[in-house]
């Protein structure tokens, strides 16, 4: 069964640490991928995607991901946070057969501490 | 960028009632979506929505929900009558097209808590 999991529910770093979230993914074939973040009282805004070509891809605010087909991960990652980062971070992931079902990890809630 | 908005962003209604969750999706966008996410679990996908068909649904959209957008206008859901299973928080979604690379555009959500 296709499925995103994000193994970290809570993650506290302090402000201008490096960060990693965590995201394994299962699907048959290689899936779009997608990291999303929701700041409070928003709506999910996309931080990047990845669907083919340079398995680095560069989102907004710095943040980029790494897509691993080796071991099925989408790995978020920021070299320096800073406090306004603080949100939930959601990974999710589609079919590459046009299937309108985004598939959404638990999420993880980053806590930057100053 | 394009904004999703949901309206309420929370409503409390009694066991049995019909309640309507309103949303206002990106203007130019056709494909129209709605996500549950149950307190402290996965979001998860209802149904989707293009020229005024459902075109794939998922287990958890019961007989008891529909949708549609009338005239253009908002994006609803409604669920009639509802249970107490379906305290969540709903999210509306809406996107440009329909293919797996496209971007779908989230509304902060309704939270509804039946009693």
């Not at chain 2, 293009?50 to 649904?57: P, R």
Request: with cysteine; hydrophobic share 35%.
């Amino acid at each position: 069964a296709q499925s995103v999991t994000q193994p970290d529910a809570r993650v506290t770093v302090s402000e201008g640490a490096s960060l990693q979230l965590r995201c394994k993914y299962s699907y048959s074939g290689t899936p779009y991928l997608f990291w999303y973040v929701q700041y409070q009282r928003q709506g999910l805004q996309l931080l990047l995607k990845y669907y083919s070509g340079d398995p680095v891809v560069q989102g907004v605010n710095g943040f980029e991901a790494e897509f691993s087909k080796s071991d099925s991960s989408f790995h978020l990652r920021k070299a320096s946070v800073h406090w306004s980062d603080s949100a939930v971070y959601f990974c999710a992931a589609r079919g590459q057969g046009g299937s309108a079902k985004l598939i959404f990890g638990e999420g993880t809630k980053l806590t930057v501490s100053s | 960028g394009p904004k999703v908005l949901q309206i309420p962003s929370h409503q409390i209604i009694d066991m049995g009632q019909m309640v309507t969750l309103n949303c206002d999706p990106v203007s130019n966008h056709l494909y129209f979506y709605w996500y549950k996410q149950i307190l402290g679990q996965q979001m998860e996908f209802l149904v989707n929505f293009y020229n005024g068909k459902v075109m794939e649904k998922s287990k958890l959209f019961k007989d008891q929900f529909s949708v549609e957008r009338p005239d253009g206008s908002y994006f609803t859901l409604k669920i009639q009558p509802t249970a107490l299973e379906d305290s969540a928080v709903y999210f509306c979604a809406s996107s440009l097209g329909l293919a797996s690379a496209e971007t779908l555009y989230f509304g902060s959500g309704t939270r509804l808590t039946v009693l």
